[in-house]
């Protein structure tokens, strides 16, 4: 055990050596590379522009009703197996489950954009 831990060490030491001696070093004096990277934004502008909190949290709610509903094709494709009362009951409240949290989000006014 103690022998793979070593062998491992040593390669890795060896192998961040070479990438350490080998690598490219004319490109590392640009801006653009040393910016963060901001998808959607232009690196080199002002970091902290402003972002709308309403279309995070629509698209917080879009993945998790998203994820709710490809949770429920293997609910359907039991159901064409296997026609059993406790799929269709556990199927039932799960939508249920789902309208309810629609409910709640409709209620709080966080569906609303304006």
Known sequence: MM??????LIISFILTMIYMLTSFQATANF??????FE???DPISIMRSSMSTRFFLLLVLFLIFDIEIS????????????NSVLIMISIFLFILLLFLGLLVEWSQGALEWA
């Open 3 to 8: 022998k793979m831990f070593l062998i491992t």
């Open 31 to 36: 801006y653009e590379k040393k910016t963060p």
């Open 39 to 41: 998808c959607g934004f």
């Open 71 to 82: 949770l429920l094709f293997p609910f359907f494709n039991i159901m064409l197996m296997m």
